[in-house]
């Protein structure tokens, strides 16, 4: 069973950039497909972008498109997201996501069984 930490979220300025990382634990890191997803308070838990294992092709939600980037870091068994210019509509809470690997990307949080336990993000105007 793979086991997911998030960590990397705080407090910036709008413009700003932050790196989140995710490492996970356990013996399957590989061969399962990673996303990340964000919940802002009263909203619903969102898709901001995944990494897949077998081809390692990254999708992203239009509103992140060419301000964040997801990679991973397999030795390390981490997935990172990079997110810069930063606006105030990104705070939330970001969590990282497995599911096992697959060639087309998902995009519903009912498509990843396993899941950090989030970190926050705070974007201060």
């Known amino acids: 069973q793979v086991q997911l930490v998030e960590s990397g979220g705080g407090l910036v300025q709008a413009g700003g950039s932050l790196r989140l990382s995710c490492v996970a634990s356990g013996r399957t890191f590989s061969r399962h497909d990673m996303g990340w997803f964000c919940q802002a308070p009263g909203k619903e838990r969102e898709f901001v972008g995944a990494?897949?294992?077998?081809?390692?092709?990254?999708y992203y939600a239009d509103s992140v498109k060419g301000r964040f980037t997801i990679s991973r870091d397999n030795a390390k068994n981490t997935v990172y997201l990079q997110m810069n210019s930063l606006k105030p509509e990104d705070a939330a809470v970001y969590y990282c996501?497995?599911?096992?690997?697959?060639?087309?990307?998902?995009?519903?949080?009912?498509?990843?069984?396993?899941w950090g336990q989030g970190t926050q993000v705070t974007v201060s105007s």
């Open positions: 996501a497995a599911a096992s690997s697959a060639w087309v990307v998902r995009t519903s949080q009912n498509e990843y069984a396993i």
């Open positions: 990494i897949l294992w077998g081809n390692g092709r990254t």
